[in-house]
């Protein structure tokens, strides 16, 4: 088993997750659980469209589709929290079905059709490149940086166009599942810790379990490290509860 294989894919994965740990806590804080799942099958659904329309599309071109199409997604959730809040979930999860239902009837005439959807909602993560890593990691930069110095928790309209870029970027490097999965279970895991760091660390060891799991076994990546994912907040979740309860019972004796 040659352990260099995963290296990109880690390194793919620590992209994203630089971003989704803190975003993925402020989903939770505002109730939105969907809207990752919704926007990332919008940019999907953008990468699609423009592969219909142009047989041959540019990387810009791809790009700019996915990026079109979450950014609408994300504006148009924003409204919708500012009149209809009470109905802001189950548009989510509408805008999700009809997104998801729209790219299976896009790819019907596609003789590949089935690979292409395996493909967005899956990832191809084990075979992603160091190449592909470069501009996302540009992008993240510049949202970490935005999100440090104007703070898009207090500017609901900023946190959507973060988010936006955010899924836009991961979701064409690990799928629509990755881009759940980074997104919640890292936030699940340490829902009640006031810093980021113990949601960093559940999605590193997730994310690298899943990883070595997939190569060891040669199960589909994607999947696996989203088990993986789950399992590892699952347990690092029990572990800081109960480490939190021994810790305020000993303050108290």
């Excluded at 699609?48 to 329309?53: A, Q």
Aim: proline share 4%; with cysteine; glycine share 10%.
């Amino acid at each position: 088993m040659d352990i260099t294989l995963i290296l990109p894919p880690l390194l793919a994965g620590l992209i994203v997750l630089a971003t989704h740990v803190p975003l993925g806590r402020q989903v939770l804080a505002r109730g939105i659980i969907f809207i990752d799942l919704a926007v990332a099958q919008l940019a999907g659904l953008g990468v699609i469209l423009v592969h219909v329309i142009t047989h041959a599309p540019s990387t810009l071109a791809i790009q700019l589709s996915a990026l079109t199409m979450a950014l609408l997604g994300g504006l148009m959730f924003r409204w919708m929290e500012i009149k209809w809040s009470a109905q802001l979930e189950a548009v989510i999860g509408g805008i999700f079905v009809l997104s998801a239902t729209a790219a299976l009837i896009l790819l019907a005439g596609d003789p590949h059709g089935g690979d292409h959807l395996k493909e967005l909602l899956a990832g191809q993560l084990l075979w992603v490149t160091y190449e592909d890593l470069s501009l996302p990691a540009i992008v993240t930069v510049c949202i970490l940086l935005a999100w440090r110095f104007i703070d898009p928790v207090k500017n609901s309209l900023l946190f959507y166009a973060l988010f936006a870029l955010a899924v836009t970027t991961s979701v064409q490097l690990v799928g629509v599942y990755l881009v759940f999965s980074s997104l919640i279970f890292p936030a699940l895991g340490s829902y009640k810790q006031k810093d980021l760091k113990p949601g960093y660390a559940i999605g590193v060891v997730g994310y690298s379990l899943g990883l070595l799991i997939s190569l060891a076994t040669d199960l589909p990546t994607g999947p696996v490290v989203v088990w993986s994912l789950a399992i590892t907040a699952a347990l690092g979740g029990l572990m800081l509860h109960y480490g939190w309860r021994v810790s305020r019972t000993d303050n108290r004796l």
